[in-house]
């Protein structure tokens, strides 16, 4: 086995069978607003719905083409978000008269909408022929131990209408179809983004996951499900595979673009700086600086960024925290290695002695990591927020790394593995086999929900929240437990670092192509080369940038700032 071969079976690990779908690339729906109002009478007559794009085709469950089309649009206003569907059907059917029957035993359409994009709280809304109306409200997917699902939570205030393009019930087969039409209020969609419940929408870059299904019998006994995200599995009832919506403040039909960046991470601690090289970096083509340092060190650069004409990002420890005197009073935040050691004392960190991990589950952990990140979000100079370290610590090291710590990562290694804390294993609710896919999903799930905290969090101070990832959602899933397809984030650096990976250019354009099909669309990407590896050679990172930017990547991040060639002009 090539060493290349090897390492790539060493990353996929933890991503089982089970795991691997979660990986798969979700479709992905930018939710515009609406050109006017939408009156609710099922008939899409409205500008709005001339404008609005449809969403992707549906497919079955099982990620085949559907048994049966939809044609679905979203929009949204102050008040509302607004649905459309087209659904043709030859046979119209439905029997269903009664709020909160079970509808799916009609033919029927469904919405979902996880707001939070944890996979929990989730809410769901299916409507028959007739327009009978079964909504509910779920805890969590029925698969897990403990979910509920609350049938008699009603959408308050839901407008919903239906029109049927042919007879009702006459067994005829001469029919073509029925359209629904549906305002769900903002007052229940709460939770979005686990905000309380405002009745206003939410901040634009706001993502959630949404599914959308029909469900058909087109004989008795028999039953059809077409979806917009498949979940690879036999229920939709899994959040975690649901498409990905992010909501623009730009009415319908407006081509979405993002703000080309030319990044650079700089050391906002460095006593050297100086508001000249501020300067001399606008002029070689940087237009952002992403800073790292204490909080007034970052309050300091970003000022001297905006008068260079700069945006600033300020650059976050997440789930690292190695400079936070708030660690030292707290050992039940610190992770939990498999052999029961916390990164609380120095002799049992793993790799370095500045790797202090914290539990991802504690929710103490997640307020202390989203007040910083408040904190930050409100220098008024700050554009943007960046977390970095939003993960485990490495279960399996970027190869090159390998000799340094003389490790053979190839199989999962107890003393690397992280969160085991009490904690983690109870809200698990069982006793946690390492190699069980569930348990490495259950951990993925819980980085993501702090990024998700932390990213809301930024967006309450009006700031948006980006995070520096790993090269992939697959790669990072598997190395340091960081599904950034999950995180629901208005952009990504992804480190693209070769010599972490022993691998050249080639591989990085191939993991920029492989992050933007698994995260199609839903935030811009980033991608971030590591400068010394061209230390010795300009023209190499020349070429590199032109294939990098023929991509369509948003822009591009270099690290790091003291490692910028001299003569470097960047497009
Ligand atoms: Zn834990």
Known sequence: MTPPALFRRAACALALALLCPALRAAPTYVLQRALGPVTVDGRLDEPTWAKARPLSPLRDLSGAPAARPAEIRMAYDDAFLYVAARLPAKTLRATL????SVIYRDDDFEVFIDPSATGRNYLELEINQ???????????????PGALALHDWDIKGLRSAVTLQGTLNDGEGDDT?????????????????????TGKPPAPGTLWRMNFSRVDHPAPGQETNSVWAPT??????????????????NPVGTEETFPPLVGLWIHGNDPTLSPDRFRAWAKAGINTVVIGGTDANIAKAARWAKAAGLRAIAWVWA????????????????????????????????????????????????????????RLARIPEVDAIQLDYIRLPDVVLP???????????????PPYDFCYCP?????????????????????????????????????????????????????????????????ALDFAFPMDYASFYAEDDAWVLDRVREAQTAIDGAFPIYPGLHLPDYKDDPA???????????LNPAGLCLFDDSNLPPALTLP
Not at 97 to 100: I, V
Not at 232 to 249: D, F, K, Y
Not at 342 to 353: I, K, Q
Request: aromatic share 12%; charged share 20%.
């Open 97 to 100: 008269t009664e709020r909160d």
């Open 130 to 144: 007739l327009g009978t109306v079964w909504d509910l409200f779920l805890t969590a997917p029925y698969r897990e």
């Open 177 to 197: 179809g029925w359209t629904v039409e549906i305002a769900w209020p903002w007052a229940s969609i709460f939770g979005h983004s686990n905000h309380p419940r």
């Open 232 to 249: 690879r599995l036999p229920t939709i009832h899994a959040p975690e595979h649901w498409g990905r919506v992010r909501l623009s403040a």
């Open 319 to 374: 789930l690292n925290r190695p400079d936070d005197p708030a660690l030292d009073a707290h050992p039940d935040w610190h992770a939990v290695s498999q052999e029961g050691k916390a990164t609380f004392r120095e002799a049992d960190r793993p790799f370095v002695g500045y790797y202090r991990f914290l539990c991802p589950t504690h929710p103490a952990v997640r307020e202390h990591l989203a007040a910083h990140v408040r």
């Open 399 to 413: 190869k090159a790394l390998w000799p340094t710590y003389g490790l053979d990562m190839s199989t999962l290694l």
């Open 423 to 487: 904690r983690c294993v109870a809200a698990f609710g069982k006793t946690p086999n390492p190699h069980d896919p569930a348990w490495a999903d259950f951990r993925l799930r819980q980085v993501a929900a702090v990024a998700n905290a932390a990213a809301q969090a930024a967006r309450e101070a009006g700031k948006p929240c980006g995070a520096a990832v790993f090269p992939t959602p697959r790669l990072a899933a598997g190395m340091v437990y960081q599904d950034w397809a999950r995180f």
């Open 540 to 550: 190499r990172l020349r070429t590199l940038i032109r294939d990098l930017l023929r």
